[in-house]
């Protein structure tokens, strides 16, 4: 329970960063509204023609009689819809952050250089296709896995009472734990570790995880709202990845007053 809350006021902690470096925000907003636009666009497709795939995918039921015909194809376009929907909310970080790689980038070692006690941020030494190919890579390996638990989770949702109550309980876990490595995956793939150890590591507190990324999980199910969580869910988990990986974190103030004071001729 410690670890669950130590989570989620890692996610405020970020929401509060963010408030008090508006140009940071403002720059960290604009690949999620790219990403929203994209998602929209899909969903209306969806919702419009969705009735139409489902009737050329369901060619053996034409000759079915009213009202069967109507309930079939009806019940299959309504989960193919929550179907698009769920998988939204599991790959919109991974999207985001693919279109955000630099913004984000700039945003997590800003952070890291404001709560830093000497005013530094790791650095990964490579160059940009690599980092960029690398943050692709494993997005779909995580968008891999999502799906596979996707596709569980749908199938056992058809289970009476089990799929009414526990499984979307287990969803929002799940979806906060990929949430979380995507988010924190920006910070870890700077300091150069690999997405097996981050998956290691992540899993070795999965409290702290669940705590962080299960509500924001939550959130960003309301339209728009992941849009303007996004850069502060970045910098909640920068903040966390130096907690995982045991770096001292001090006071952001403080330290950008450092930062400040060096700077000064």
């Not at 250089?113 to 030494?125: I, K, L, W």
């Amino acid at each position: 329970m410690r670890d669950l809350g130590a989570g989620f006021r890692f996610l405020l902690e970020g929401q509060r960063w963010v408030a008090r470096h508006g140009k940071q925000y403002g720059f960290g907003l604009l690949p999620g509204l790219i990403t929203l636009v994209l998602y929209v666009g899909a969903l209306v497709a969806l919702a419009v023609w969705g009735a139409d795939f489902v009737a050329w995918a369901t060619p053996f039921a034409d000759d079915w009689s009213s009202p069967w015909l109507g309930l079939f194809r009806g019940f299959l376009t309504v989960v193919l819809f929550a179907l698009g929907l769920l998988l939204s909310v599991l790959t919109f970080t991974a999207v985001t952050l693919l279109i955000g790689q630099p913004f984000y980038e700039n945003l997590s070692e800003t952070v890291d250089r404001d709560v830093s006690p000497d005013g530094t941020a790791p650095e990964s030494g490579l160059p940009l296709w690599r980092e960029l190919w690398i943050s692709a890579r494993d997005s779909l390996r995580i968008v891999g896995r999502a799906l596979l638990w996707a596709v569980l989770l749908f199938a056992l949702g058809f289970v009476p009472f089990v799929g009414q109550t526990v499984v979307p309980v287990v969803g929002f876990f799940v979806t906060g734990f990929f949430l979380t490595e995507e988010l924190t995956a920006v910070a870890l793939q700077r300091r150069n570790v690999a997405l097996r150890d981050r998956l290691a590591l992540l899993r070795s507190r999965k409290a702290l995880v669940w705590g962080f990324g299960t509500p924001l999980g939550l959130a960003f199910l309301v339209p728009f709202v992941a849009v303007f969580l996004m850069p502060g869910a970045v910098a909640g988990a920068t903040l966390m990845a130096r907690e995982l990986l045991g770096e001292e974190t001090g006071d952001g103030d403080s330290a950008g007053g450092r930062e400040k004071e060096n700077a000064a001729p």
